[in-house]
C-alpha cells in the first residue's frame, strides 16, 4: 500500500540553524501539507500546496518557513533560522483530490532546537 | 473558525465490550469529518470520514461513526474492543463550502483497553 515517508526521522539541530525536513508524497497525489504537534498538544496546521503554489497557510507559518516541491518525487519543508519553540513532531501529508480527500500523514520527523 | 472537542483525555474499557470515542466540532459551512488513529512512534492513520450521504460511516479496523447534525457531533465506536485498539484518537474537521482543505483537529483521546 503507497504511503507518504519522511526524512530523517529525528533531527537535532542548534538555535538559529536551518533545518529541512523532507517527504515523500503518495505518487498520485497532488495535494501536499505540513502540519506539527508540540509534545502534548494538538496537530496543528501549517501549509498546504498546490500546482506548485501555497494554496493556504496558518499564522505559524511566517517568514522563517519556506516549502518546496524541488523535483517530481519530493516535498520539503524548510525553517530557516530555527527557535526553541520550533521543537515538535512534524507532519507531512498528501491527498489525491481537494474535495473530501483524505490526507496521509507519514510517520514524522521529531525536531529538536537546542 | 472551525474547532473540534474531544472532552475526554482518555477512555478506559475492557476487551469485548463496546466502546465510544466523543468528538464535537464547529464550523461554519458544510462539515467534513475524520477520525484518525496513532500509534506510538508512528504517524496518523486514516480510520473514517463523514462527507455526505449515510449518518453512520463504517471504516477500518471495525470502527465506525455516527454524524449527528443537531448535537453537532461525531462520536467514534466499535462493538468490540480489542487490546490492539489501544492508541490515541483524534477527530478533525475542515469547511467543506470552501477550498481550503486545512484539518483542524481535537486535543486526542487516549484509547486502553485492557484485556
Known amino acids: 500500500e503507497p504511503e507518504v515517508t519522511q526524512t530523517p526521522s529525528h533531527q537535532v539541530t542548534q538555535m538559529g540553524q536551518e533545518v529541512i525536513l523532507r517527504c515523500v508524497p503518495i505518487?498520485?497525489?497532488?495535494?501536499f501539507y505540513w502540519y506539527r504537534q508540540i509534545l502534548g498538544q494538538k496537530v496543528e496546521f501549517l501549509v498546504s500546496?498546490?500546482?506548485?503554489?501555497?494554496?493556504?497557510k496558518s499564522e505559524i507559518f511566517d517568514d522563517q518557513f519556506s516549502v518546496e516541491r524541488p523535483d517530481g518525487s519530493n516535498f520539503t519543508l524548510k525553517i530557516r533560522s530555527t527557535k526553541l519553540e520550533d521543537s515538535a513532531m512534524y507532519f507531512c501529508?498528501?491527498?489525491?483530490?481537494?474535495?473530501?480527500?483524505?490526507?496521509?500523514f507519514g510517520p514524522g520527523t521529531r525536531l529538536l532546537v537546542l | 473558525a472551525q474547532s473540534v472537542a474531544q472532552p475526554e483525555d482518555q477512555v478506559n474499557v475492557a476487551e469485548g465490550n463496546p466502546l465510544t470515542v466523543k468528538c464535537t466540532y464547529s464550523?461554519?459551512?458544510?462539515?467534513?469529518l475524520f477520525w484518525y488513529v496513532q500509534y506510538p512512534n508512528r504517524g496518523l492513520q486514516f480510520l473514517l470520514k463523514?462527507?455526505?450521504?449515510?449518518?453512520l460511516v463504517k471504516g477500518s479496523y471495525g470502527f465506525e461513526a455516527e454524524f449527528n447534525k443537531s448535537q453537532t457531533s461525531f462520536h467514534l465506536k466499535k462493538p468490540s474492543a480489542l487490546v490492539s485498539d489501544s492508541a490515541l484518537y483524534f477527530c478533525?474537521?475542515?469547511?467543506?463550502?470552501?477550498?481550503?482543505?486545512?484539518?483542524?483537529f481535537g486535543t486526542g483521546t487516549r484509547l486502553l483497553v485492557s484485556p
Open positions: 501529508a498528501s491527498s489525491e483530490t481537494n474535495s473530501g480527500g483524505v490526507q496521509y
Open positions: 505518487s498520485n497525489h497532488l495535494y
Open positions: 500546496f498546490y500546482n506548485n503554489e501555497i494554496s493556504e
Open positions: 464550523v461554519s459551512g458544510n462539515p467534513y
Open positions: 463523514y462527507i455526505t450521504g449515510d449518518n
Open positions: 478533525a474537521v475542515r469547511d467543506g463550502d470552501t477550498g481550503f482543505q486545512k484539518l483542524v
